[in-house]
């Protein structure tokens, strides 16, 4: 049986003689173990995936999950507009394209973006798989084994993984209630500084951030552009919820206010679906060649049909109608989950109030760990993601992130119920037995695309 193992077979269930499912990870299975590029090491997948199967399992109330509510689409017209594309536009839509996407598409992203305060030219944007591609392929051409990206802590768990992929070394800098915390970046760059480590870029999430649901206020915006400045640390703004905010105009973005300063990174995740995958990438002239190049390397071109299909329905559908349709169906649902937390939590939890997105942040009491209750508050039919998962340096156990964005509300008031019961469990077993020592965690925690 060794044997066979140590050449990569898949051994058969002694019982059944059926094949069994490979394990695969550190397991002598894979014959290739030791010859894996070094940044292949940090590529593992969470321990806390296997019970996230078990989660998406209809029984339990996941507030997990950070998928859009796409069934609140007008499917049967986008079905439609699909047809018509490949009907109407087949020989067009079914070839390559350009490695920089399509170019009315891209004229498209520019008057989207606009409603941010952003005025771009579409010769400046990069269509790319998602804003996720964006975010490696602008780690791929700044990044060098070793250099460091200043991210907030917490930072959203997809580009953690990215940058993890790609050997950097993600520094946090504080956050609180109102974004990203002027005072502590500039103190962090001075540290960093002094200490001769090169940072490649400032990675932030200013506007309804994941994993934390805060917004960075307007007074900080121009602190932190100014900190960045002078210190010549190129700004990443992702940005996918901008145009989700509950309440008023959208904010204004970073790179409105500093065209050089900042690449910007956009999605239709969130306000169309993620499944067309069609995100981008507002970059000054010069990394926007080498985006290009990357692009190109990478995928050859994005999907012309998936790129044609949002320029339709953009053209074609009351695209802004939409967006505000999808912004009361999340109001609605951000409302019930912090109803039911107020009602429902003991006094010693904590939370942010997202004025739009999908992520409520909660913070535990002393002494309770989110990763070590995850499998209880699964048994009972409840599921968040712990907060170890959004931090480079696996700090984060007295959090858990709560979204709101798929449940209807009635379950995410169920769910909150089913949850506070199992901390108020763990407060109890906390004063009856001390505080359990919370486990040693490090690297990152990725869960999964639809967890993201
Ligand atoms: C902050 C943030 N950035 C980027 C992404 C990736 O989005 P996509 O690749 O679907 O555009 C997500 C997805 O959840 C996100 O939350």
Known sequence: MTEELDHGQTPANPETGAEQAPVTQGSRIDAYVDRYAARATGMVASEIR????????????????GMP?????????????????????GPVALQYGSGQGDPHLREQICEVMRLEGIH??????????????????????????GDVVLAEGPSYVGALGTFSAYQAKVVHVAMDDQGI?????????YALETAGAPIKFLYTIPTFQNPAGVTLNVARRQQVLDICQRAGILII??????????????????????????????SFSKTLAPGFRVGWA????????????????????????????VGQYLTTQPWREQIKAFKELYRERRDAL?????????PEVTWTRP?????????????????????????????FVPGTGFYADGSGNRHMRLSYCFPEPDRIREGVRRLAGVIEQEMQLRDTFGTGSARDHSGVDTPGPDLA
């Open 50 to 65: 296997a019970l996230f199967a078990v989660a998406s399992r209809p029984e339990v109330v996941s507030l997990a999950g």
């Open 69 to 89: 509510y796409v069934t609140a689409l007008p499917l049967d017209m986008v079905g439609e507009l699909v047809s018509d594309l490949v009907t109407r536009r």
């Open 120 to 145: 771009a030219g579409a010769n400046d944007v990069v269509v790319t798989v998602g804003s996720q591609q964006a975010l490696d392929l602008m780690t791929r051409i700044f990044i060098d084994p």
């Open 181 to 189: 915390v002027p005072e502590s970046l500039a103190q962090t760059i």
């Open 237 to 266: 703004e992702d940005n996918p919820y901008g145009l989700l905010g509950f309440d008023g105009e959208p904010m204004r973005a970073l790179r409105a206010d500093n065209p050089d300063g900042v690449v910007y990174l956009g």
């Open 282 to 309: 507002l970059a000054p002239h010069a990394i926007r060649d080498k985006l290009v190049l990357a692009m190109e390397s990478a995928v050859l071109s994005h999907s012309s049909f998936t790129q044609l299909a």
């Open 338 to 346: 912090l109803d039911a937390l107020e009602a429902l939590m003991p």
């Open 355 to 383: 004025a739009g997105g999908f992520f409520v942040w909660a913070t535990l009491p002393e002494g309770l760990d989110s990763k070590a209750i995850l499998p209880r508050a699964v048994s009972e039919r409840v599921a």
